[in-house]
């Protein structure tokens, strides 16, 4: 008796594990225990383009509003500005640390009364630590200390990954740089 | 003997049921059953910048083919058009109706002979009904009543959220003002 | 005792075969027997407007940094060029053969010092073989000889889907054409 009690907690456990990977069936438990099963921190820096800093720049205005120019931030808050930049990352919070991999994609504002953007973007890694890459998407209200956006696939190191990444700002210098922090929290690990 | 059988029928009564998700095994068996874990419908209402409309507008074009500006849609179906937008998002098909959020993005036009739109955006909610975003990506062939695009993730209280949405037009006025209904329906609900 | 080995091995198999859909749990393992529950290969081909080519082009550069413009792909390695497409899709490597589908969405150039591209976008089926979308994001360092892209997502008959894609330049002729190669390997296909 005590063995086919054993034997059915075991199944219950089995069935409480399945569900975990089934979201449909098991949606509000798993609210409570979802734990990363991989988590990175990283920085990147962008430095954009202002009709000055052609050889550092990382990044350059390449849509604005009709209102708007590509070596100037629109007014608005840069509302309709879309920036394509090629960034480094780096593990701390120095720009001039060596890079492990670059944030490659686009950004743009997309709020004319706050500063709000919408990231597309990858990390791309090709070091001995990390091979392959991470893609990103979604909304960054950039004026919010810490803002989620989506992992929505992965290659390589980090083939079929999802989560969610927490952006923070870590510092910015007027219109030119800015350095992000990005929390990558997987929560799907092939 | 006969009990191998009855424990071989179990087994392939388990894998099918873990099958149901592991996509890879059982494919043809979950088409017939899957059904939304979370179904929402909202409308959003974009107002393009044209020249005259700065207060009100919600969107503006930000880049364009050679043979096209920032103010008018161009030719051939608007293609090569694209457009950052802030959009609120309503309960009910009626833009003065109250913002229960912000649909953010961009669209653009990719087809020379018909109209045909490619979007990438998030609704971003902050409302005691709803808070984080959920992450929208897909081709969007807007002469079709109907048209599927991904939701790619989410955020918040929509946490690695995964679906479908279906987008309708619900109504338009010349080149200024259209207005999409969203048919949510998650199939992956953490 | 014999029942007890028994049940034993179906607890083994009831763990592995949930660890197939649970990755947190069993990411390594998975690593090694993943294979894709569907696999499409497929070409696309892309004729960039260059000014002379309107009838033919389908695909258009629609953003540019400062020192570009939308007739000619800018220099420093074409950085911040954004372009727009439609282009068809094809079964072999022939532009001239029954198109299937089309490729539609956007790609920008995102690097000064090498070609490196940043893809979004879908193949629209509709044909009596394959009807709905496949939806791609990520990053294309294509002087690669091939490079992983995310498949994010899916419709119709490729509802839900997620995967990898493989890419390789098939032929390119200077700046107005390239084919690419596309190898799709779905690993989640409901």
């Known amino acids: 008796m005590r063995m086919r009690i054993a034997i059915s907690v075991m199944l219950v456990v089995l069935v409480l594990a399945a569900g975990s990977s089934s979201a449909a069936a098991a949606g509000k438990w798993r609210k409570r225990v979802h734990a990363p099963c991989k988590r990175l921190v990283f920085y990147f820096h962008d430095i954009l383009y202002n009709g000055h800093n052609a050889k550092n720049a990382t990044a350059a205005i390449v849509g604005s509003p009709n209102w708007g120019n590509r070596t100037i931030l629109a007014g608005q808050n840069h509302f309709g500005d879309m920036v394509v930049f090629d960034d480094p990352i780096t593990m701390d919070n120095n720009l001039h640390s060596p890079a492990v991999g670059r944030a490659q994609g686009f950004y743009l504002y997309d709020k004319k009364d706050i500063f709000t953007a919408w990231l597309g973007f990858s990390f791309v890694f090709n070091s001995t630590e990390h091979k392959g890459s991470i893609n990103f998407a979604g909304a960054d209200p950039l004026m919010n200390k810490t803002r989620d956006?989506?992992?929505?696939?992965?290659?390589?190191?980090?083939?079929?990954?999802?989560?969610?990444?927490t952006l923070s700002t870590d510092a910015f210098e007027g219109e030119v740089y800015f350095r992000l922090c990005v929390d990558i929290k997987l929560y799907e690990c092939w």
Do not use: C, E, L, P
């Open 149 to 165: 956006i989506s992992v929505i696939g992965g290659t390589g190191d980090f083939f079929m990954a999802r989560g969610v990444a």
